[in-house]
């Protein structure tokens, strides 16, 4: 079977074992399925996620001139301290910027590689922890708006980390927490103007990845500069695709190459 489709974040279903999907256009796959079998990708050429035009790609599937002009790529989707539409204030599109900002926001504990606080939009948990290859989660505080999520996150990143150790995730080199304590440990940290958003009596979620091997020593795929990679996909975590022979391949960084895939 052959497909040929644009590469983007693959949709997630949480369950006994995550369910993953990889939307090649024409075509719906469930990863899962996938699992045992040899598959053969290929680069093709680029396609901008905001364009669609064939253009390499820049950051986050945009090419360079509609990174820095779409509304999805503005610095307050990294750094959400930096969010305004609360004011009323324009950073590329006050519009859209007002429908993703002005929502209930998590500020949030995760467990993938070491515990680790993050911001996400109340709509996307648990989503964005799966993505991360969380195997525990709890949230901390749900907010009104992003700007306030982001100075909370701001404030606990001095007291916990704020990034994931890819490699640590992928190995499944973790160690569970107790992630209740965490946030109870966390919580005078909270800044004043979130205290009273603070969630009570709250309890950590699990997830379970479909991964039958992990590997030793994973090793990243540059598929543009390969060109083409054959392996036998033995898991999915995170975002990544993780075969065999170690060769673990990151979807969300690779958002916007076009590429054929052959299942073997």
């Not at 990708?41 to 950051?59: A, G, Q």
């Not at 205290?195 to 994973?218: A, C, G, L, R, S």
């Not at 993780?242 to 990151?250: L, S």
Request: charged share 25%; glycine share 6%.
């Amino acid at each position: 079977m052959q497909y040929q489709g644009v590469l983007k974040k693959m949709p997630t279903e949480n369950g006994e074992k995550i369910q993953y999907y990889l939307d090649m256009g024409a075509d719906f796959l469930n990863v899962n399925q996938l699992l045992n079998c040899t598959l053969e990708i290929s680069f093709v050429t680029y396609e901008c996620l905001n364009c669609h035009l064939e253009k390499p790609i820049y950051r986050q599937g945009f090419c360079k001139s509609c990174f820095f002009e779409t509304p999805r790529a503005g610095d307050w989707i990294m750094r959400p301290e930096l969010s305004k539409a609360h004011l009323g204030e324009e950073d590329r599109d006050l519009a859209y910027e007002k429908e993703m900002q002005l929502q209930p926001h998590i500020v949030y504990l995760a467990n993938s590689s070491n515990v680790k606080v993050g911001v996400t939009r109340k709509q996307q948990v648990p989503t964005r922890w799966i993505d991360q290859g969380a195997h525990e989660a709890i949230e901390i505080v749900e907010v009104p708006n992003r700007y306030l999520a982001g100075i909370t996150e701001v404030a606990l990143k001095e007291h916990v980390a704020d990034k994931t150790n890819w490699r640590k995730m992928l190995k499944n080199d973790i160690e569970d927490e107790n992630l209740v304590s965490w946030q109870q440990k966390l919580r005078p940290y909270v800044p004043e103007e979130a205290q009273e958003y603070f969630i009570e009596n709250n309890t950590e979620k699990e997830f379970h990845f479909p991964v039958e091997k992990y590997p030793v020593k994973p090793k990243s795929l540059n598929l543009v500069k390969e060109g083409s990679y054959t392996g036998k996909l033995v898991g999915v975590k995170g975002q990544y695709f993780i075969f065999e022979d170690e060769t673990v391949f990151n979807i969300r960084a690779n958002e916007g190459l076009v590429i054929n895939l052959s299942i073997h």
